[in-house]
């Protein structure tokens, strides 16, 4: 069987409308335990990449270490540098966006991943060994820090999206070029210290448009003919083409599948996709057909899971130097 990998981006609410001065709320943790149920009703073990505020929740911590102690789930490390210990201030030139990691000076990066990966493994009593990059944003010095504090696993990559024109919050400052990743794992490191592992990404020939319009029309066309990059990514309308990227990713040489979403996007208005409880209950309806169609092919690995058995394979996993800037 194929493997399915859930990742979820655990953080504060809505940090999609956050702007400098406001504070940063948990209340999506109330939310998780649905989530967290739906996955234990098909056997999937949801990794939950973890950020400073979360970490910080008492609540969110009670309900993990018991997930945790049951073997259902994983705690990972996610890093947003804007509320991260120890704070550095920048030369603010965009306010209204939320900064990367990588903008930050190289002794301050080091600073932030190691208090944050700290406080996880204390908090937690034990290895955390798998990360995701905030905003997908690396480069190979944060690479190199996470290596020397000893994770070895990461997935921030998304193979085929170039984020370089999507600011930060400093002058000059871009997001990470995954344009020319590849899809399947590999080291990214000569050594072989970090596996990364690929976000399901895959161009598909798709469309759901009811051609109302000519926009829509021709967006159908585009489509259907140039194909477009789709994630196995719910945002309240994209079922069909979901279940159409997994069908692609069934018949591949692949053998996982890596989900992710927010944790903030399970609570009504914590994101700017999932507005309402309707919307909330359409996810979950979406989310059902999707994990009840994906539980007759795969089955359900933790990251760790997933690279220990990965490891069996080590001489034919390869090595690409993706961050070289």
């Not at 990972?76 to 990367?100: E, I, R, S, T, W």
């Not at 829509?216 to 719910?234: D, F, N, Q």
């Not at 692609?248 to 890596?258: G, S, V």
Request: hydrophobic content about 35%.
């Amino acid at each position: 069987m194929k493997s399915f990998i859930v990742t979820i981006d655990t953080e504060g609410d809505n940090l999609w409308t956050w702007r400098a001065g406001r504070s940063i709320t948990t209340e999506n943790v109330k939310y998780l335990p649905r989530f967290q149920n739906l996955c234990d009703k098909y056997g999937f073990k949801p990794v939950w990449l973890t950020n400073f505020e979360m970490v910080s929740d008492p609540e969110f911590v009670a309900f993990t270490k018991a997930k945790l102690h049951e073997g259902c789930c994983e705690i990972g490390m996610h890093l947003h540098a804007v509320n991260n210990p120890p704070l550095c201030d920048l030369d603010v030139k965009y306010p209204a966006n939320f900064p990367y990691l990588i903008e930050y000076p190289e002794e301050t990066i080091s600073q932030k991943v190691q208090w944050l990966h700290n406080l996880l493994e204390n908090t937690y009593e034990g290895p955390v060994v798998s990360h995701r990059a905030g905003r997908w944003a690396m480069n190979k010095y944060y690479m190199n820090c996470l290596i020397e504090k000893g994770l070895k696993i990461d997935c921030s990559v998304t193979p085929g999206i170039n984020w370089y024109s999507t600011m930060g919050i400093t002058e000059g400052s871009h997001g990470s070029d995954y344009s020319k990743a590849p899809e399947i794992p590999f080291y990214v490191d000569e050594n072989k210290r970090m596996l990364e592992f690929p976000v399901s990404i895959r161009t598909i020939h798709y469309s759901e448009h009811s051609f109302g319009s000519v926009h829509s029309l021709l967006s159908g066309i585009k489509h259907h003919v140039l194909g477009y990059k789709a994630w196995l990514r719910p945002n309240g309308h994209n079922l069909h083409e979901m279940l159409h990227l997994v069908n692609k990713l069934k018949e591949e040489n692949t053998d996982y599948l890596m989900f992710m979403l927010h944790s903030s996007e399970l609570m009504p208005g914590g994101s700017p996709t999932f507005r309402t409880n309707e919307d909330i209950e359409k996810l979950y309806s979406d989310l059902e057909t999707l994990f009840a169609y994906i539980s007759g092919f795969c089955e359900g690995k933790t990251l760790k899971e997933y690279a220990s058995e990965t490891l069996n394979n080590k001489d034919k996993i390869m090595y690409q130097p993706l961050f070289e800037y």
